[in-house]
């Protein structure tokens, strides 16, 4: 889901032929995610036939034609809806909560709650679950002594930055009221 939120993003900034959408969404997601083009042009096919997306076609003085892609109201809409609609799931999946904390600003005070409270209890159990892992359990594996201190780093860091939101969470949502169910 978060690809899909990625791309409407872009879009919802300005319309974009496919390889500058692709070159946008490396540059503003690298930190949370990768995309690739093969993962681009289904996204964008399967907007258009829902209606979220306009495709026009574009000429270019000498260079093949291209296609320009740019968000309808719809889009805007599901943009925005599917960005402060969360599921189970979302806990587990550090790209899609890097993914949605990117777009704070946009999500509701409720739904700030809930992606902060369910990463927070997924990484506390996560913590629990690695510190009573034994050494030697596994050479090769996270259950060695540095494996298990780099992942209770990493814990303590992502737990030091839902702290830092968690501050925030009653700050006004900057998204459009129309675009809410």
């Known amino acids: 889901m978060y690809y899909e939120i990625c791309t409407l993003s872009c879009l919802m900034e300005k319309p974009m032929h496919g390889y500058e959408l692709g070159k ?6 690298s ?16 907007f258009q036939k829902s209606g979220y997306i306009m495709k026009r076609e574009e000429q270019q003085e000498g260079k093949p034609d291209r296609f320009v892609y740019e968000i309808t109201e719809a889009g805007k809409r599901s ?3 599917t960005l402060n609609t969360i599921t189970d799931t979302l806990a587990f999946d550090r790209e899609e909560f890097f993914i949605r904390v990117s777009f704070f ?26 510190r009573t892992l034994q050494d030697g359990e596994s050479l090769y594996g996270h259950r060695s002594a540095e494996g298990r201190e780099f992942l209770l ?11 830092k939101f968690q501050c925030r ?8 009221k129309e675009y809410f169910f």
């Open 24 to 29: 946008t969404l490396k540059r503003n997601f």
């Open 31 to 46: 930190a949370c995610t990768r995309i690739s083009n093969n993962t681009i042009y289904p996204i964008l096919k399967k």
């Open 79 to 81: 943009f925005i809806q």
């Open 105 to 130: 600003h946009l999500l509701t005070p409720d739904i700030r709650r809930k992606v902060l409270e369910g990463r927070l209890a997924f990484i506390q159990e996560a913590m629990l679950t690695t």
């Open 153 to 163: 780093e990493l814990y303590r860091l992502e737990m030091e930055t839902i702290a």
């Open 169 to 176: 969470i009653d700050e006004p949502c900057l998204a459009p």
